[in-house]
């Protein structure tokens, strides 16, 4: 039991500290952290959007995951094994739900132009000329 506590409590932290660092825009754009969704993951705007979408419940459920620890080092038995699949069971959910506010957010930022925003550095100006 107590490996399981110290397992729950690796992943809290783990689980807080990726939810603080997607609140305070230090999380990096990457392929094992935070929201990877394909909209969060078109640019660096989106994905820093996207995870501060998300970080609160990243934090909530970092939180979750110290209970279910908790709860396997404080109850006995079958108690706290119910108590522990309840605690993760919640975060695993809790983690979702932000994670599909946060692609909602990521889908609604407007996707930059690779053109630019002026007829001069269009490669289809030539196309746009009046003859």
């Known amino acids: ?41 078109r640019d660096d ?8 979408v998300a970080a609160p419940t990243m934090l909530a459920a970092g939180l979750l995951l110290a209970i279910g620890g908790g709860a396997m080092v404080v109850l006995d038995g079958v108690f706290a094994v ?8 919640a975060a695993l959910f809790t983690a979702g739900a932000g994670a599909s506010l946060a692609s909602r957010a990521a889908a609604a930022v407007p996707e930059t132009g690779g053109c630019g925003h002026a ?7 030539d196309a746009c000329q009046p003859t």
Do not use: D, H, Q, Y
């Open 1 to 41: 039991m107590l490996i399981v506590a110290v397992v729950l409590f690796v992943l809290a932290v783990v689980v807080a500290a990726v939810g603080v660092a997607g609140l305070i825009g230090r999380l990096p754009r990457n392929r094992w952290a935070g929201v990877r969704t394909p909209e969060a993951m």
């Open 45 to 52: 705007e989106s994905f820093k959007l996207a995870n501060k």
């Open 82 to 89: 119910v108590a522990m699949l309840v605690a993760v069971v």
């Open 119 to 125: 007829c001069t550095s269009c490669s289809l100006r």
